[in-house]
């Protein structure tokens, strides 16, 4: 077990893609004869299955092609039902197995169901703390699987792993261990996969860390601290790390609290740090929104939506005057995550305005504003086919096209409905968690030909 003391460092200004696969090898020898066994121990099961809330490939990217583009509340809706509790976490989906997060019973609570929607099962893992902000709950955090297991965490601190048929394979609670949470808002914050490990990372006022955890057992594996001193609400992330490969290394990006810090997997020690996010100290630049890779190039959205930087991967130490290749005031987002792919940015604002921009250099391909509308966008975008989804917090839906051609390929609907979960797309359908249901939405083409 390996701890290590990262200090505070102040601010000088005044501040992936997901392994997918491990690799082991066994060696057989009986009577002289040598086998060699190549095991390929797929983290998320298959490429096309959704095994964290930024899908597959860990940047807004799905798989496959045949989605609807249109639905209602009595069109191209293959099922609907009623989740057992309120909760804005988003769903993930392995082994035909669609698995989230909500309050069962005053419990902080796991459920599984099969893709017909029919409930396989369900685990809980100890007293639900309340949100405080009506897009809050008790278990924000998505869940994420490397395909044998299934780690959550919650509000309260309760941290825990099942397996796909609900066994309890161990549990703990990070505060009781490390401290309580001292967010002003709800723990939204979800477990990331290295190839190793399970990592938590903890960005709040008062003592910040980044730790890692063993997959099998939950043993603290490393911890480091993460303090950057920054003021007050701005010291708070709710954002999620990124895992992805720089130069053959396995990396955790870290935004939040008026820095990107980069640190290697294997013992959290810190590669390299950008300060200087917020340059005049404001008090209150919390952050919500996850930094997202494309190839070598770090996009951090920041500023409560006012910033997005780009920043080159690699370097050493204090990377401010040689690694930012640009940094631009908007479009950028305060709780939506861009997607990244191709050398491409997708933004999608707080208030429906969504950009493409180059992420070499930051320029503006395309925009278009969305209608006005009092109801936000907290639910990240997705690319999928040729289309960016994006859904509003009132649940209606837009599809835009990510090529050339109008920009507005269909407007789609829900009533009565609240959404800040991102939809989920595996196989052909999507799935749309709401705080109060889950919804399976087919086309009317791919529902003809089962």
Same mark, same amino acid.
């Given at each position: 077990?390996?701890?290590?003391?990262?200090?505070?460092?102040?601010?000088?200004?005044?501040?992936?893609?997901?392994?997918?696969?491990?690799?082991?090898?066994?060696?057989?020898?009986?009577?002289?004869?040598?086998?060699?066994?190549?095991?390929?121990?797929?983290?998320?099961?298959?490429?096309?299955?959704?095994?964290?809330?930024?899908?597959?490939?860990?940047?807004?990217?799905?798989?496959?092609?045949?989605?609807?583009?249109?639905?209602?509340?009595?069109?191209?809706?293959?099922?609907?039902?009623?989740?057992?509790?309120?909760?804005?976490?988003?769903?993930?989906?392995?082994?035909?197995?669609?698995?989230?997060?909500?309050?069962? #019973?005053?419990?902080?609570?796991?459920?599984?169901?099969?893709?017909?929607?029919?409930?396989?099962?369900? !685990?809980?893992?100890?007293?639900?703390?309340?949100?405080?902000?009506? /897009?809050?709950?008790?278990?924000?955090?998505?869940?994420?699987?490397?395909? /044998?297991?299934?780690?959550?965490?919650?509000?309260?601190?309760?941290?825990?792993?099942?397996?796909?048929?609900?066994?309890?394979?161990?549990?703990?609670?990070?505060?009781?261990?490390?401290?309580? #949470?001292?967010?002003?808002?709800?723990?939204?914050?979800?477990?990331?996969?290295?190839?190793?490990?399970?990592?938590?990372?903890?960005?709040?006022?008062?003592?910040?860390?980044?730790?890692?955890?063993?997959?099998?057992?939950?043993?603290?594996?490393? /911890?480091?601290?993460?303090?950057?001193?920054?003021?007050?609400?701005?010291?708070?992330?709710?954002?999620?790390?990124?895992?992805?490969?720089?130069?053959?290394?396995?990396?955790?990006?870290?935004?939040?609290?008026?820095?990107?810090?980069?640190?290697?997997?294997?013992?959290?020690?810190?590669?390299?740090?950008?300060?200087?996010?917020?340059?005049?100290?404001?008090?209150?630049?919390?952050?919500?929104?996850?930094?997202?890779?494309?190839?070598?190039?770090?996009?951090?959205?920041?500023?409560?939506?006012?910033?997005?930087?780009?920043?080159?991967?690699?370097?050493?130490?204090?990377?401010? /005057?040689?690694?930012?290749?640009?940094?631009?005031?908007?479009?950028? !987002?305060?709780?939506?995550?861009?997607?990244?792919?191709?050398?491409?940015?997708?933004?999608?604002?707080?208030?429906?305005?969504?950009?493409?921009?180059? !992420?070499?250099?930051?320029?503006?391909?395309?925009?278009?504003?969305?209608?006005?509308?009092?109801?936000?966008?907290?639910?990240?975008?997705?690319?999928?086919?040729?289309?960016?989804?994006?859904?509003?917090?009132?649940?209606?839906?837009?599809?835009?096209? !990510?090529?050339?051609?109008?920009?507005?390929?269909?407007?789609?609907?829900?009533?009565?409905?609240?959404?800040?979960?991102?939809?989920?797309?595996?196989?052909?359908?999507?799935?749309?968690?709401?705080?109060?249901?889950?919804?399976?939405?087919?086309?009317?083409?791919?529902?003809?030909?089962?």
């Amino acid at each position: 077990m390996v701890f290590m003391q990262a200090g505070n460092r102040h601010n000088p200004f005044g501040k992936p893609l997901l392994l997918f696969a491990e690799l082991g090898y066994t060696m057989l020898m009986r009577a002289g004869l040598v086998l060699f066994t190549l095991h390929f121990c797929l983290l998320t099961a298959t490429a096309s299955d959704w095994p964290s809330w930024r899908g597959p490939h860990g940047n807004g990217t799905a798989e496959g092609d045949g989605y609807a583009i249109s639905w209602s509340d009595s069109t191209n809706i293959a099922w609907k039902i009623d989740l057992p509790g309120k909760a804005g976490s988003t769903p993930i989906v392995a082994h035909d197995r669609l698995i989230l997060t909500c309050g069962i #019973d005053g419990k902080n609570g796991v459920v599984c169901y099969d893709l017909q929607g029919k409930e396989l099962w369900r !685990a809980t893992f100890g007293e639900e703390r309340a949100g405080k902000h009506r /897009k809050g709950s008790g278990c924000n955090p998505s869940p994420v699987t490397d395909g /044998k297991s299934i780690f959550v965490y919650y509000k309260n601190g309760d941290f825990a792993a099942v397996d796909f048929d609900g066994k309890v394979l161990w549990q703990r609670n990070l505060q009781k261990d490390y401290g309580e #949470d001292t967010l002003w808002w709800d723990l939204g914050t979800s477990p990331v996969l290295t190839s190793q490990h399970v990592v938590v990372a903890c960005v709040q006022t008062g003592p910040s860390y980044l730790a890692a955890f063993n997959k099998q057992t939950g043993e603290t594996v490393w /911890k480091v601290d993460r303090n950057t001193g920054a003021p007050e609400e701005a010291a708070q992330t709710y954002a999620t790390p990124v895992v992805t490969t720089h130069n053959g290394q396995e990396q955790i990006i870290v935004l939040g609290a008026d820095q990107v810090t980069c640190h290697s997997a294997a013992d959290g020690k810190e590669l390299w740090f950008l300060a200087g996010m917020n340059p005049d100290q404001d008090k209150y630049f919390r952050s919500i929104s996850s930094p997202v890779v494309s190839g070598d190039i770090l996009i951090a959205p920041y500023s409560r939506g006012k910033t997005i930087t780009a920043i080159r991967m690699g370097g050493s130490g204090d990377i401010s /005057k040689t690694h930012v290749l640009w940094r631009k005031d908007g479009p950028s !987002a305060d709780v939506p995550t861009p997607v990244a792919v191709d050398g491409l940015v997708y933004v999608c604002t707080d208030k429906g305005t969504v950009a493409c921009l180059k !992420a070499e250099s930051g320029e503006e391909v395309w925009s278009v504003e969305l209608e006005k509308n009092r109801n936000a966008y907290s639910a990240s975008p997705v690319l999928v086919d040729g289309h960016v989804y994006v859904v509003r917090e009132d649940g209606k839906a837009f599809v835009l096209n !990510a090529g050339p051609g109008d920009r507005i390929a269909a407007e789609n609907s829900l009533d009565d409905e609240f959404v800040v979960a991102t939809p989920v797309f595996v196989g052909g359908n999507i799935y749309l968690r709401t705080f109060d249901r889950l919804y399976c939405i087919q086309s009317s083409s791919r529902a003809a030909a089962q």
